[in-house]
């Protein structure tokens, strides 16, 4: 498979932003704890099992009062102020994620780290096809965008570590900073001009 890089003008209100660090932290901070499955669990004292039972008396032992066994001062009681299961998605305003990836498609442009081919098509899902098709480019790390569900192209990309294969309305900040270069098919470049300059 050859790939043929091309030169296309490039819209400057997309490729051509200014860079804004504070807007590329948060989005990171904001995806990475969209991801967070937030199931960390401890039992209290009412979800131990067993301890039921008064362990002895109220009064006239000496000792002091108890009513359970799976108190929280007890080995093997219950624990007092754990984590529990909660949801630690948020969502930050759609102007600030928009500019986010505006900041971080020129700087790919800017860093010369972004590539535009024709067109991405294997003849099959082969890893060994994707990895010739990467090293006619000379890049080891990338993120590749294409404009469409493409088996093929994903499937040739899956056992590459430092690869991934996103379709347009996938494209977000942390994958554009994770990998080195962005190499966008023609017909990517055309859906993500339209959708970024509505």
């Known amino acids: 498979m050859e790939v043929h890089v091309i030169k296309p003008t490039l819209n400057d ?9 504070h807007l590329l932290h948060q989005t990171v901070v904001m995806q990475l704890a969209n991801r967070r499955s937030g199931s960390a669990a401890t039992k ?42 909660r949801d630690y998605s948020y969502r930050m305003p759609r102007t600030a994620r928009r500019e986010a990836l505006l900041s971080a498609l020129s700087m790919k442009s800017r860093e010369g780290k972004l590539i535009v081919v024709d067109k991405l098509e294997l003849e099959a899902a082969k890893t060994k096809i994707m990895v010739k098709a990467l090293a006619e ?17 994903e499937r040739s990309a899956r056992n590459l570590p430092k690869v991934k294969v996103l ?13 080195d270069h962005l190499i966008l098919t023609e017909g990517a470049l055309k859906l993500l001009e339209e959708r970024l300059a509505a």
Request: a positive charge; aromatic letters at 8%.
């Open 13 to 21: 209100a997309i490729f051509g932003a200014r860079t804004r660090p």
């Open 44 to 85: 209290t004292k009412g979800f131990v099992r067993g301890g039921g039972k008064k362990p002895w008396k109220q009064k006239g032992t000496g000792r002091a009062r108890s009513g359970s066994t799976r108190s929280p001062i007890w080995v093997g009681g219950g624990t007092v102020f754990g984590p529990t299961p």
């Open 137 to 153: 480019l000379n890049v080891s790390s990338a993120l590749i965008v294409i404009p469409q569900a493409d088996s093929k192209v």
């Open 167 to 179: 379709r347009v309305e996938g494209l977000n900040v942390y994958d554009l900073l994770r990998y």
